[in-house]
Protein backbone atom coordinates (compact mmCIF):
# COMPACT_ATOMS: atom_id res chain seq x y z
CA UNK A 1 0.00 0.00 0.00
CA UNK A 2 1.44 3.32 -1.19
CA UNK A 3 1.62 5.89 2.02
CA UNK A 4 3.91 8.33 4.15
CA UNK A 5 4.84 7.19 7.64
CA UNK A 6 5.61 9.18 10.41
CA UNK A 7 6.88 8.53 13.69
CA UNK A 8 5.68 9.63 16.46
CA UNK A 9 2.33 10.62 16.25
CA UNK A 10 2.07 12.39 19.69
CA UNK A 11 5.02 13.53 22.00
CA UNK A 12 5.41 15.73 24.73
CA UNK A 13 8.76 16.86 25.15
CA UNK A 14 10.19 20.20 27.25
CA UNK A 15 12.13 23.22 25.99
CA UNK A 16 15.73 22.56 24.37
CA UNK A 17 15.47 18.71 24.43
CA UNK A 18 16.33 17.61 21.07
CA UNK A 19 14.11 15.41 19.36
CA UNK A 20 13.34 14.20 15.52
CA UNK A 21 10.14 13.13 13.90
CA UNK A 22 10.79 10.69 11.11
CA UNK A 23 9.10 10.58 7.33
CA UNK A 24 9.03 7.51 5.39
CA UNK A 25 7.04 7.16 1.76
CA UNK A 26 7.18 3.57 0.03
CA UNK A 27 6.26 5.32 -3.43
CA UNK A 28 9.86 6.03 -4.81
CA UNK A 29 9.23 10.00 -5.05
CA UNK A 30 11.57 12.54 -5.37
CA UNK A 31 9.76 15.33 -3.83
CA UNK A 32 9.45 15.22 -0.08
CA UNK A 33 8.39 18.01 2.38
CA UNK A 34 7.10 19.32 5.86
CA UNK A 35 4.53 21.23 7.03
CA UNK A 36 3.14 22.81 10.76
CA UNK A 37 -0.44 23.42 10.50
CA UNK A 38 -2.05 25.98 13.84
CA UNK A 39 -5.41 27.47 14.14
CA UNK A 40 -6.00 29.65 12.13
CA UNK A 41 -3.07 29.80 9.64
CA UNK A 42 -3.54 26.85 7.44
CA UNK A 43 -0.52 24.81 6.73
CA UNK A 44 2.79 26.67 6.37
CA UNK A 45 6.05 24.54 4.69
CA UNK A 46 8.86 23.96 7.03
CA UNK A 47 11.61 22.68 4.86
CA UNK A 48 10.78 20.79 1.15
CA UNK A 49 13.44 18.16 -0.56
CA UNK A 50 13.67 17.95 -4.63
CA UNK A 51 15.46 14.75 -4.28
CA UNK A 52 18.67 13.12 -1.93
CA UNK A 53 21.32 15.70 -0.51
CA UNK A 54 18.90 18.59 -2.16
CA UNK A 55 16.96 20.42 1.02
CA UNK A 56 15.90 24.06 0.81
CA UNK A 57 13.82 26.21 3.20
CA UNK A 58 10.38 26.68 3.33
CA UNK A 59 8.34 29.94 5.09
CA UNK A 60 9.05 29.05 8.45
CA UNK A 61 12.43 26.65 8.85
CA UNK A 62 13.84 28.70 11.79
CA UNK A 63 14.19 26.07 14.73
CA UNK A 64 13.84 23.40 11.85
CA UNK A 65 16.71 21.35 10.22
CA UNK A 66 16.03 18.54 7.76
CA UNK A 67 18.15 15.96 6.19
CA UNK A 68 17.61 13.61 2.90
CA UNK A 69 20.16 11.26 2.69
CA UNK A 70 18.18 8.50 1.47
CA UNK A 71 15.04 8.94 -1.18
CA UNK A 72 12.67 7.28 1.15
CA UNK A 73 13.50 9.21 4.35
CA UNK A 74 12.91 12.63 5.25
CA UNK A 75 13.21 13.18 9.31
CA UNK A 76 12.60 16.30 10.70
CA UNK A 77 14.56 17.64 13.85
CA UNK A 78 14.17 20.52 15.84
CA UNK A 79 18.03 20.40 17.81
CA UNK A 80 16.08 22.91 20.60
CA UNK A 81 12.49 22.88 20.98
CA UNK A 82 10.16 26.00 21.79
CA UNK A 83 7.08 26.10 22.83
CA UNK A 84 6.25 28.39 19.74
CA UNK A 85 6.85 25.05 18.10
CA UNK A 86 3.71 23.44 19.57
CA UNK A 87 1.80 21.89 16.65
CA UNK A 88 0.51 19.33 14.22
CA UNK A 89 3.30 18.44 11.49
CA UNK A 90 2.70 16.79 8.21
CA UNK A 91 5.14 15.10 6.13
CA UNK A 92 4.34 15.08 2.46
CA UNK A 93 5.69 13.37 -0.47
CA UNK A 94 4.88 13.47 -4.33
CA UNK A 95 5.82 12.66 -7.61
CA UNK A 96 5.86 15.51 -10.58
CA UNK A 97 5.07 14.27 -14.25
CA UNK A 98 4.44 17.41 -16.65
CA UNK A 99 2.07 18.82 -15.30
CA UNK A 100 0.61 16.18 -12.98
CA UNK A 101 1.46 16.02 -9.37
CA UNK A 102 -0.60 14.85 -5.81
CA UNK A 103 0.67 15.14 -2.68
CA UNK A 104 0.18 12.30 -0.29
CA UNK A 105 0.63 13.33 3.30
CA UNK A 106 1.16 11.30 6.33
CA UNK A 107 -1.00 11.20 9.25
CA UNK A 108 0.29 13.71 10.87
CA UNK A 109 2.44 14.30 14.30
CA UNK A 110 0.94 16.07 17.27
CA UNK A 111 4.02 17.80 19.45
CA UNK A 112 3.44 19.77 22.54
CA UNK A 113 7.14 21.73 24.10
CA UNK A 114 6.68 22.74 27.26
CA UNK B 1 4.04 37.03 -3.53
CA UNK B 2 1.54 34.46 -4.46
CA UNK B 3 -1.12 33.91 -1.97
CA UNK B 4 -4.77 32.03 -1.14
CA UNK B 5 -7.62 33.55 0.24
CA UNK B 6 -10.54 31.51 1.99
CA UNK B 7 -12.68 34.65 2.75
CA UNK B 8 -15.11 31.81 4.52
CA UNK B 9 -13.79 30.58 7.53
CA UNK B 10 -16.80 28.63 9.26
CA UNK B 11 -19.68 27.68 7.35
CA UNK B 12 -22.49 25.54 8.66
CA UNK B 13 -25.65 23.89 6.54
CA UNK B 14 -28.13 21.58 7.26
CA UNK B 15 -27.98 18.14 5.72
CA UNK B 16 -29.28 17.90 2.21
CA UNK B 17 -28.56 21.76 0.93
CA UNK B 18 -25.67 22.17 -1.06
CA UNK B 19 -23.03 24.42 -0.35
CA UNK B 20 -20.25 26.35 -1.63
CA UNK B 21 -16.38 26.80 -0.35
CA UNK B 22 -14.65 29.76 -2.18
CA UNK B 23 -10.85 29.97 -2.96
CA UNK B 24 -9.60 32.90 -4.59
CA UNK B 25 -5.61 33.24 -5.12
CA UNK B 26 -2.82 35.58 -6.93
CA UNK B 27 -0.16 34.45 -8.67
CA UNK B 28 2.14 36.23 -11.58
CA UNK B 29 3.25 32.57 -12.35
CA UNK B 30 1.04 31.68 -16.07
CA UNK B 31 1.89 27.48 -15.10
CA UNK B 32 0.44 27.01 -11.60
CA UNK B 33 -1.61 23.58 -9.65
CA UNK B 34 -4.62 23.96 -7.53
CA UNK B 35 -6.02 21.87 -4.88
CA UNK B 36 -8.61 21.33 -2.73
CA UNK B 37 -7.86 19.02 0.70
CA UNK B 38 -10.32 17.73 2.98
CA UNK B 39 -9.42 17.59 6.73
CA UNK B 40 -11.86 15.80 8.94
CA UNK B 41 -12.07 15.69 12.51
CA UNK B 42 -9.75 12.98 13.16
CA UNK B 43 -6.88 15.18 11.30
CA UNK B 44 -5.60 13.39 8.57
CA UNK B 45 -5.29 15.50 5.08
CA UNK B 46 -6.97 13.72 2.15
CA UNK B 47 -6.22 14.68 -1.18
CA UNK B 48 -9.53 16.03 -3.25
CA UNK B 49 -8.69 17.35 -6.62
CA UNK B 50 -5.84 18.86 -8.68
CA UNK B 51 -6.17 21.25 -11.52
CA UNK B 52 -3.15 22.77 -13.74
CA UNK B 53 -3.79 26.31 -14.64
CA UNK B 54 -3.93 25.62 -18.06
CA UNK B 55 -6.96 23.24 -17.90
CA UNK B 56 -10.04 25.14 -17.33
CA UNK B 57 -12.62 23.10 -17.41
CA UNK B 58 -14.82 22.08 -14.37
CA UNK B 59 -14.94 19.20 -12.98
CA UNK B 60 -17.50 17.11 -11.21
CA UNK B 61 -16.50 13.70 -8.98
CA UNK B 62 -20.23 12.41 -7.72
CA UNK B 63 -21.11 15.20 -5.28
CA UNK B 64 -18.30 16.92 -5.63
CA UNK B 65 -17.82 19.88 -8.46
CA UNK B 66 -15.38 22.86 -9.11
CA UNK B 67 -15.49 25.67 -11.19
CA UNK B 68 -11.83 26.69 -12.21
CA UNK B 69 -12.10 30.60 -13.45
CA UNK B 70 -8.82 32.44 -14.04
CA UNK B 71 -10.36 35.61 -15.64
CA UNK B 72 -10.95 35.96 -11.56
CA UNK B 73 -8.73 33.69 -10.31
CA UNK B 74 -11.09 31.41 -8.04
CA UNK B 75 -11.07 27.88 -7.72
CA UNK B 76 -14.56 26.77 -5.66
CA UNK B 77 -15.64 24.08 -4.51
CA UNK B 78 -19.43 22.75 -4.50
CA UNK B 79 -20.82 20.17 -2.20
CA UNK B 80 -24.09 19.26 -3.74
CA UNK B 81 -26.88 17.38 -1.37
CA UNK B 82 -24.29 17.88 1.62
CA UNK B 83 -23.89 14.83 4.19
CA UNK B 84 -23.03 14.85 7.42
CA UNK B 85 -19.90 12.97 6.70
CA UNK B 86 -18.85 15.83 4.75
CA UNK B 87 -18.32 17.72 8.09
CA UNK B 88 -14.48 18.71 7.72
CA UNK B 89 -12.27 21.89 7.11
CA UNK B 90 -11.24 22.01 3.76
CA UNK B 91 -8.15 23.21 2.37
CA UNK B 92 -7.16 25.25 -0.57
CA UNK B 93 -4.08 25.53 -1.78
CA UNK B 94 -1.72 26.76 -4.81
CA UNK B 95 1.20 25.51 -5.99
CA UNK B 96 4.30 27.00 -8.76
CA UNK B 97 7.92 26.75 -9.23
CA UNK B 98 9.51 29.92 -9.01
CA UNK B 99 13.25 30.03 -9.55
CA UNK B 100 13.29 26.25 -9.69
CA UNK B 101 12.38 26.16 -6.35
CA UNK B 102 8.56 24.51 -5.22
CA UNK B 103 6.12 26.53 -2.92
CA UNK B 104 2.47 25.18 -2.42
CA UNK B 105 0.79 28.12 -0.36
CA UNK B 106 -2.46 27.10 1.33
CA UNK B 107 -5.37 29.10 2.46
CA UNK B 108 -6.19 29.00 6.22
CA UNK B 109 -9.27 26.74 5.85
CA UNK B 110 -12.70 26.92 5.54
CA UNK B 111 -14.61 24.87 8.44
CA UNK B 112 -18.08 22.88 6.93
CA UNK B 113 -20.41 21.92 9.87
CA UNK B 114 -23.17 20.10 8.07
CA UNK B 115 -26.12 19.52 10.93
CA UNK B 116 -28.39 16.71 10.58
Known amino acids: EAQVTQNPRYLITVTGKKLTVTCSQN?????MSWYRQDPGLGLRQIYY???????DKGDVPEGYKVSRKEKRNFPLILESPSPNQTSLYFCASSHRTGYQETQYFGPGTRLLVL | AQKVTQAQTEISVVEKEDVTLDCVYE???????LFWYKQPPSGELVFLIR????DEQNEISGRYSWNFQKSTSSFNFTITASQVVDSAVYFCALSEYEDSNYQLIWGAGTKLIIKP
Open chain 2, 51 to 54: RNSF
Open chain 2, 27 to 33: TRDTTYY
Open chain 1, 49 to 55: SMNVEVT
Open chain 1, 27 to 31: MNHEY
